[in-house]
C-alpha cells in the first residue's frame, strides 16, 4: 500500500485531500498550502488537521484568554504560567507545586469507564512531565439528573474509571465534586486535576535544544487508540483496501503509568533529560511539533521505528494516535546508556526515534521516504485565531427577573430536602471508592471543603519543610447560566475560601471552561462573559490563573450545557500541623457564623428543589468580603484559635451546620442573627464560613474579625445529639445522617 | 532491627511500610522483585497496591518474582513476614496462606475506615495487641473477600489462625468476617486492612491503631 509523500504531493498538486472530514475549513486548508508551497502530503495533513483542532489549538478561546495574562496580578508565586503543559507555583522553603485541571467530557460520555480513567491518567502525564512527582488527584464531575436513567450507566462507569485508574496508580483522591443537572445529561463533564511536587530549580519544559540530541519515544506501544478521524486518509484518499473503522476512546493501562512515573522521576534524578513533552491529544503529532518549535527548530523523526501494537498502522494514523502512557524524551547522546538502563529497570519500552536539528524543519520519513516537512512552529503556534461573534442570549433579560417563589413554612423539612437532595447529599458512595490514603500523605481529604497534603515525605530533601498545599474545585453552573461573569467569580470566590477554611493561604489558580458549541454567538458570549469575570476576579483576590483548560461543544444538538467554569485554587499552608479539621469537633465549642448574609436565592439549591425554578440574579460576588474572610481564617488558624471550620455555599447556613455535626457525629444549639430565620438558614450569600472555637478564644477572633471588618455572630454552642436552631427546629444528628447518606445508595446500590 | 520491604512493579504502598518502620525504630529495608536477595533482614513486609497491574489474578504473578524465590523458603524457616492487601493475596498465591482473596460481594472498590478485632494476639506482628481487643484501620481494596473450604475455614478457626475480623460491617463479604489469618507457626501473618495507613496523627486514618503491629515485630525481633 503506498503512503503519500513530499515527492507526489509535489507532483500531484491538484489531488483532492480529505480535509473537511478532517474537520478542518476551506480557509485553514489553504493557509496550509500556502504554508508549504504545495499541497500536504496526508501525514502533514493529519498532523495540521489535530494541531489546528480547537482542542488542541484554542482557536475560538485564544484572544479572550488573553486576559489571564493581561490582567494578572502581581505574583511572585508564579514560576511557570500558561502555555506550557502546567503551571508552577512557588511554595516557599525550595518548593514548587505544580497543577491543571483538564476535561474528558466527551469521552466519559461515549465510554465512561475508559473515558474517564484516561482523564485522569492524561493529567498525571501533564504533570510529570514538568519534572514533578505527582501527588494526588482530584475530580469534578457533572452528570445529569440523579432520577434520569442514563446517568446510572454514566456515572458508575466514569467513578470506577477513575477509581481503577488513580487507585492502581497510587496516587490519593483527596477530593472534588459531583453535581447532578438535567442539563448533563447528554454531555457529563468530566474535569480531572492533578498536582505534583518537584524543587524549584529542576522544572522541566516540553522542548528540544542542542542539534544532534535524541529524539526519545518512552512508554506504552502506540495503537490505534482515538484514531477516528485519521482512518479516512489511511483508507479513502489511497484506495487499495478499506480499513476498518477503528476504536475512537483510548483505553488506559495504569499499571504503566506507574512504571512510567518511577522511571521519569529516576530519569530525573539522573540528569539525563533535556527536554520532555507527554503524549495526549494528537499523540506524536503534538509532542513532535512542540518540542521542536520550542527548541532548536528542527527535528527529524524516522516514523518505522515507532514501536506499534497493531503492525498495520500507517503513518497518518502513527500521527494521530492517542495510544495512552506514551512520554517522549530530549537526551544528550552520551546519556542514552544511562537512560535506556533507567528505563529497562522499570520494564518501560524506550526508542530512539531521531534527533533535534537547526534546520527549522521538522522531517519524518517512512520507509526511506519523506512523508512529513515543515517548520514545525506552523503547526504548533500559529494555529487559526478566530474572532467568533457573540452575544447576549435573547431570553436572557426574562431570565434574570425576578420572580417571588412561595417560601416554606416548615424549615427542619426544608433542611432535610436540602440535606438529602441529589446535590448535597452524602458523596460517599463515590468517594469510597477512591483510595485517599496512599503514600500517606493525606492531611485531609472528603468531606473536608479543600484536600491537604503535607510534603515533607514527599521527595529527598523535603524533611525539614513543615509546609502543606490545600486544593480546592468548584463551580456551579446555575449561577453561571444566570450571570456567566458572576458566575464564574463565584466558583472562584469558592474554591478559594474552601482553601482559606482549612488555614492555608489561597496561592493560584487553574481553570476548566466547559461550554457549548463556540460557534453560537450566545454560547460565545457566556464563554466571554465568564472569562472576563474569571480575569477580573484573579487580579482582584491577587491569585494568577497558572492553565488550564477549555471544553467547547458540550451540546447536543440545540441545548447546550449551562456555562460551566470550573475553578482549581491551590494554596499553602506553613506548618500543616496548624491546618482547621471540618466541622464541629468537640462539644461545648462556640459555633460562630463569619460574613453577612442577604435575601439571595437566585439560582440556589432551594430554588430549583421547591419550585424547579431557575431565574433572577446569582448572589453577589463581593471579592472585597471574600479576601478580608480568607485573611481573618488563615490568621486565626496560624494562631490556633480555629477548633473546626466549614464553608457556606450550596443550601446557606441550614447545610453547613448540619454537615458539621454530620463530620464528627456533634450536635449544636444555636440561634440566628437576622430577622428572618428562612433567609438566614437557606439564602446563599457569599463570603460567608461557619467556625467553631473554644469559648477562651472567641474574643481574639471577634477582635481579629473586627480588624479585617468581617462580621462575626456567636451563634451558640457544639454539643448533644441533635441540631437545634431556636424558633426553627431540632432534628436528631442521627436523622440528618440517616436523610444525607441514603440517596445515592438507593439510586445505585450498597457501596459494599 | 532490619525490616525488608519489597517492591513490585506496580507496589504502591511500600514507602509508606518502610515509614512505619521507621517511626516505630526499625530499619526499613528496600527490597527489589527483580533480585535473588534478602539482604540479610530479620522480617519481611509485603505491602499493598497493584502487582504486575493485577491483570491475572492479584498476586498471582508476584509470587513467581525472583525475590519471592527467596521469601517463600525463608518464611517457610520461620522469617517473619506481614501481607497486607496486595501483600496478603501474593501470599496466598504463594501458598505460604490458605485459601484467596476474591472480588468484593458489592463489587466495588472500598475505601474506608473499618472497625477489626484482634483475634489473636500471638503471632509475631500481633503481640502488642490483646486478643479481643478492637481497633480501626482502613482498608481499601477491589479483591478483599477472603474464601476457602470448609475444611480449611475449620482449621483455621478451631486452631486460633483468624487473626483479625471485621466488626461494624463487613466490607467484603469475606467468610467468617475474616480480615487477616496465620499460618500454624504464626510467623506469616495476611491481611486485607491497612495498618501502615493508621500510624501518624496527622496523615492517614483517624487512629494510630496500626502501630501495634511495627511494635510487635520490633519487640519479636529483639527477644529472638
Known amino acids: 500500500m503506498r503512503v503519500d509523500n513530499v515527492d507526489r504531493a509535489k507532483n500531484t498538486p491538484d489531488e483532492p485531500m480529505p480535509y473537511a472530514e478532517l474537520g478542518m475549513k476551506e480557509e485553514e486548508y489553504q493557509r496550509v498550502k500556502e504554508i508549504l508551497g504545495r499541497r500536504p502530503t496526508g501525514s502533514e495533513l493529519a498532523i495540521y488537521s489535530v494541531m489546528w483542532s480547537e482542542h488542541c489549538s484554542y482557536k475560538s478561546s485564544k484572544v479572550h484568554l488573553k486576559q489571564f495574562a493581561t490582567k494578572a496580578p502581581k505574583s511572585d508565586a508564579l514560576l511557570v504560567g500558561m502555555g506550557e503543559n502546567a503551571g508552577v507555583v512557588d511554595i516557599g522553603d525550595g518548593w514548587a ?18 473515558g474517564a480513567a484516561t482523564g485522569v491518567g492524561g493529567i498525571v502525564r501533564d504533570i510529570m512531565s514538568m519534572g514533578a512527582r505527582p501527588i494526588a488527584v482530584m475530580d469534578s464531575l457533572r452528570f445529569g439528573g440523579l432520577d434520569q436513567k442514563d446517568t446510572r450507566r454514566v456515572l458508575p462507569g466514569v467513578v470506577e474509571g477513575i ?190 526515534l531521531g534527533e533535534v536539528t537547526d534546520t527549522g524543519r521538522l522531517v519524518m520519513t517512512w520507509d526511506g521516504e519523506v512523508i512529513v516537512d515543515i517548520p514545525p512552529g506552523t503547526a504548533a503556534d500559529e494555529g487559526p485565531v478566530y474572532h467568533r461573534p457573540f452575544h447576549e442570549p435573547a431570553g436572557q433579560a426574562a431570565l434574570n427577573t425576578h420572580v417571588e417563589l412561595e417560601r416554606p413554612t416548615d ?106 458549541s463556540p460557534e453560537d454567538p450566545e454560547v460565545m458570549w457566556q464563554f466571554a462573559e465568564a472569562v472576563r469575570g474569571l480575569a477580573d476576579a484573579c487580579r482582584t483576590l491577587g491569585v494568577p490563573v497558572t ?25 499553602v499552608i506553613e506548618n500543616v500541623a496548624d491546618r482547621v ?24 439549591e432551594w430554588a430549583y428543589l421547591a419550585h424547579g425554578h431557575l431565574g433572577g440574579l ?81 474574643d481574639a477572633l471577634a477582635a481579629l474579625c473586627a480588624r479585617q471588618e468581617v462580621p462575626c455572630y ?4 457544639t454539643g448533644g445529639d441533635s441540631l437545634a436552631v431556636a424558633g426553627a427546629f431540632d432534628i436528631p444528628v442521627a436523622t440528618l445522617r440517616e436523610v444525607h447518606e441514603r440517596t445515592l445508595p438507593a439510586v445505585f446500590g450498597s457501596e459494599v | 532491627m532490619r525490616v525488608g520491604v519489597v517492591t513490585f512493579p506496580g507496589t504502591l504502598d511500600d514507602q509508606d511500610a518502610a515509614r512505619a518502620v521507621r517511626l516505630a525504630g526499625g530499619e526499613a529495608v528496600p527490597l527489589w522483585h527483580a533480585e535473588h536477595d534478602l539482604k540479610g533482614v530479620d522480617a519481611v513486609f509485603l505491602p499493598g497496591g497493584f502487582s504486575y497491574g493485577d491483570y491475572l489474578r492479584c498476586g498471582a504473578i508476584s509470587r513467581f518474582a525472583p525475590l519471592m524465590a527467596e521469601v517463600i523458603p525463608a518464611a517457610q524457616k520461620g522469617l517473619p513476614v ?39 494476639a500471638t503471632t509475631a506482628w500481633t503481640g502488642d495487641y490483646t486478643a479481643g481487643q478492637e481497633i480501626v484501620l482502613p482498608v481499601k481494596h477491589g479483591e478483599g473477600r477472603y474464601v476457602a473450604d470448609a475444611k480449611t475455614l475449620n482449621a483455621l478457626e478451631s486452631e486460633g489462625r483468624v487473626v483479625f475480623r471485621y466488626v461494624g460491617g463487613n466490607p467484603n463479604g469475606s467468610l467468617n468476617d475474616i480480615a487477616g489469618i496465620t499460618n500454624e507457626a504464626g510467623n506469616i501473618v495476611g491481611l486485607m486492612p491497612h495498618p501502615e495507613h493508621a500510624v501518624e496523627d496527622l496523615t492517614g486514618a483517624p487512629s494510630v491503631d496500626g502501630r501495634g503491629f511495627f511494635t510487635s515485630i520490633l519487640q519479636r525481633l529483639v527477644n529472638a
Not at chain 1, 465534586?177 to 480531572?192: S, T
Not at chain 1, 530549580?201 to 519515544?217: C, E, M, R, S, Y
Not at chain 1, 483510595?435 to 472528603?446: E, G, I, M, P, W
Not at chain 1, 456533634?666 to 438558614?681: K, Q, R, W, Y
Open chain 1, 411 to 516: 424549615l427542619g423539612a426544608t433542611l432535610l430536602l436540602l440535606l438529602g437532595s441529589a446535590n448535597l447529599s452524602s458523596r460517599e458512595w463515590v468517594t469510597s471508592q477512591y483510595d485517599r490514603y496512599v503514600r500517606s500523605n493525606t492531611v485531609l481529604a472528603q468531606p473536608a471543603d479543600a484536600g491537604m497534603l503535607r510534603i515533607s515525605e514527599v521527595l529527598p530533601g523535603a524533611e525539614e519543610t513543615t509546609r502543606g498545599i490545600a486544593l480546592a474545585t468548584d463551580g456551579n453552573g446555575r449561577y453561571a447560566k444566570l450571570d456567566p461573569y458572576a458566575g464564574a467569580q463565584l466558583a472562584l470566590a469558592e474554591a478559594y475560601r474552601n482553601v482559606a477554611v482549612t488555614g492555608a493561604t489561597p496561592l493560584a489558580v487553574t481553570n476548566c471552561l466547559n461550554f457549548g
Open chain 1, 97 to 114: 507545586a505544580t497543577f491543571k485541571i483538564e476535561s474528558h467530557n466527551h469521552p466519559s460520555y461515549v465510554e465512561p469507564h475508559q
Open chain 1, 714 to 717: 456567636g451563634l451558640g454552642r
Open chain 1, 618 to 698: 446569582p448572589p453577589r460576588a463581593h471579592l472585597e468580603a471574600e479576601r478580608a474572610l480568607a485573611t481573618v481564617l488563615t490568621t486565626a488558624a496560624g494562631r490556633g484559635l480555629l477548633a473546626g471550620s466549614h464553608d457556606l455555599s450550596d443550601g446557606g447556613l441550614a447545610v453547613a451546620l448540619a454537615e458539621s455535626c454530620l463530620a464528627n457525629g456533634i450536635g449544636a444549639t444555636v440561634s440566628l442573627p437576622g430577622e428572618d430565620a428562612f433567609v438566614d438558614l437557606f439564602s446563599e450569600s457569599a463570603a460567608r464560613a461557619l467556625v467553631c472555637v473554644r469559648p477562651e478564644h472567641f
Open chain 2, 82 to 120: 506481614l501481607g497486607t492487601c496486595n501483600g496478603f493475596q501474593i501470599l496466598c498465591e504463594a501458598h505460604l496462606l490458605p485459601g484467596a482473596l476474591t472480588r468484593n460481594a458489592g463489587l466495588h472498590y472500598v475505601c474506608r475506615d473499618q472497625r477489626i478485632k484482634v483475634e489473636n
Open chain 1, 163 to 352: 477509581s481503577h485508574y488513580g487507585n492502581c496508580l497510587g496516587l490519593p483522591n483527596i477530593g472534588g465534586e459531583v453535581v447532578f443537572d438535567p442539563c448533563y445529561i447528554g454531555n457529563p463533564l468530566v474535569n480531572a486535576l492533578c498536582v505534583g511536587l518537584l524543587r524549584k530549580d529542576q522544572i522541566k519544559l516540553a522542548t528540544a535544544p542542542g542539534p544532534g540530541n535524541k529524539v526519545v519515544l518512552f512508554g506504552a506501544r502506540t495503537g490505534a487508540d482515538g484514531i477516528g478521524g485519521a482512518s479516512v486518509l489511511a483508507s479513502a484518499t489511497f484506495e487499495e483496501e478499506s480499513q476498518a473503522k477503528r476504536p475512537a476512546v483510548q483505553v488506559g493501562d495504569p499499571f504503566m503509568e506507574k512504571l512510567l512515573i518511577e522511571c521519569c522521576l529516576e530519569l530525573y534524578q539522573a540528569d539525563v533529560v533535556v527536554g520532555i513533552q507527554d503524549l495526549g491529544a494528537a499523540g506524536v503529532s503534538c509532542a513532535t511539533t512542540e518540542l521542536a518549535a520550542k527548541g532548536t527548530g528542527g527535528m527529524t523523526v524516522d516514523l518505522n521505528l515507532v514501536p506499534l501494537r497493531d503492525p498495520t498502522l500507517r503513518p497518518e494514523e502513527i500521527l494521530m494516535s492517542e495510544s495512552q502512557e506514551r512520554m517522549m524524551a530530549v537526551v544528550r547522546p552520551g546519556d542514552i546508556p544511562a537512560f535506556m538502563a533507567i528505563c529497562e529497570k522499570w520494564d518501560v519500552p524506550a526508542t530512539v
Open chain 1, 547 to 571: 492553565g488550564g483548560n477549555v471544553s467547547f461543544y458540550n451540546q447536543t444538538g440545540a441545548a447546550a450545557i449551562h456555562p460551566t467554569p470550573v475553578v482549581g485554587v491551590l494554596g
Open chain 1, 581 to 604: 479539621r471540618p466541622g464541629f469537633t468537640a462539644e461545648g465549642l462556640r459555633v460562630v457564623l463569619l460574613g453577612d448574609t442577604a435575601e439571595e436565592f437566585g439560582g440556589s
